[in-house]
């Protein structure tokens, strides 16, 4: 008798759900062709456009310079990558790199209509399966990703095998509040009001479930740090912001 593949008997994360590892991917993927066209209208008023400032703090703390090559993983719509090609200029390369093809092409539309061109290219990739070389990158950024990779030990391995000896893995990710008192506002937040933002601008409340399920399920400061420290990463830290909502992680490539 032939054994079913793992990928259909074991079960992962899907915001509170358990489901099949083999639907994860192209569940996470409807998620993001439903919000797609909104995404960064919602983000602007579900954060009251704090992840901007979120976003700057993890530019400046990368110390991007000229010149380098650059990854920006699950880049979405492209935030990141616009800042980070203006830092690195003419001399440098920055690849936005996303699972999605409707969010890869929005990013590239609003980017080119900012005037990047000459420096950016764009990529649809599996975070866990990266079509770079060995010792690529000099800096990969992820901003909000992380949670809705199935397999999160795996992309970070692969994160670490592209990024050149000494470079730099920046990881901006919801996290666990840590101010008193905060958790009790945060989940009431989280759980009644981001649904109804959902429905009344994207006409997508079930979209902003999951969203807050699954910033629940993904690791903790403390948890996240250490699986950076198990994929290979040394100097690895994170930073609080807004509490701890969302906290941003670095590692650096031994």
């Known amino acids: 008798m032939i054994k079913p593949n793992d990928s259909q008997t074991k079960t992962t994360d899907f915001g509170f759900q358990q489901i099949p590892i083999s639907e994860k991917t192209a569940k996470v993927a409807g998620i993001f062709d439903a919000v797609a066209n909104k995404y960064d209208l919602m983000n602007d008023l579900m954060s009251f456009g704090i992840h901007r400032l979120w976003k700057r703090f993890a530019i400046y703390t990368s110390g991007v310079r000229p010149g380098q090559i650059i990854g920006d993983l699950a880049g979405g719509t492209g935030d990141l990558t616009y800042h980070l090609a203006k830092r690195v200029g003419d001399r440098g390369l920055v690849t936005l790199i996303d699972i999605n093809s409707q969010m890869l092409q929005i990013g590239r539309n ?145």
């Open 110 to 254: 609003r980017l080119i209509e900012r005037g990047l061109l000459n420096n950016i290219r764009y990529v649809q990739a599996n975070a866990e399966v990266l079509p770079f070389p060995n010792d690529y990158f000099d800096l990969i950024t992820m901003a909000f990703g992380l949670r809705n990779v199935t397999h999160k030990a795996a992309a970070l391995a692969e994160i670490n095998r592209v990024l050149k000896p000494g470079g730099q893995l920046l990881i901006l990710e919801f996290s666990k509040p840590t101010w008193p008192g905060l958790p009790r506002f945060y989940d009431f937040y989280s759980f009644k009001i981001l649904p109804l933002l959902g429905r009344w601008v994207a006409n997508d409340a079930q979209s902003y479930h999951y969203l807050a399920e699954s910033i629940r399920m993904h690791p903790d400061q403390l948890t996240l740090k250490n699986m950076l420290l198990e994929a290979g990463f040394s100097k690895c830290d994170y930073h609080n912001l807004s509490g701890g909502i969302v906290a941003l992680h670095r590692g650096t490539k031994w």
